[in-house]
């Protein structure tokens, strides 16, 4: 599974490169996740999106080879639960 290959990587303390979205258009997302990065992170804390738009995010990220991750706004339970409920578009 792709998330072990990078799970793999921080274990061994190997370098990662991810692209940080910042920005509401999907489009990002995709062309970012066919890039070559290891991981695309949609940056709800200090970029423009929300739970739809990160929504939005990551099922454009599904034709590249990149791990989507979620960064929250804030550690509040609910919004990171809703934030893990999202990642179950990836799967």
């Not at 274990?11 to 692209?19: E, V, W």
């Not at 979205?21 to 992170?41: H, K, L, N, Q, W």
């Not at 990220?61 to 991750?69: D, E, K, N, Q, S």
Request: charged residues 15%; glycine residues 8%; negative net charge.
């Amino acid at each position: 599974m792709q998330t072990d290959a990078i799970k793999t990587k921080w274990a061994t303390g190997a370098t990662t490169l991810g692209a940080w979205i910042t920005m509401r258009e999907p489009v990002t997302a995709e062309v970012a996740a066919s890039a070559g990065f290891d991981y695309v992170c949609v940056d709800m804390q200090h970029g423009l999106s929300d739970l739809r738009d990160a929504a939005a995010a990551l099922q454009a990220t599904m034709g590249g080879t990149a791990i989507p991750i979620v960064r929250v706004p804030w550690n509040e339970p609910g919004i990171i639960g809703r934030s893990l409920d999202l990642s179950l578009i990836h799967i």
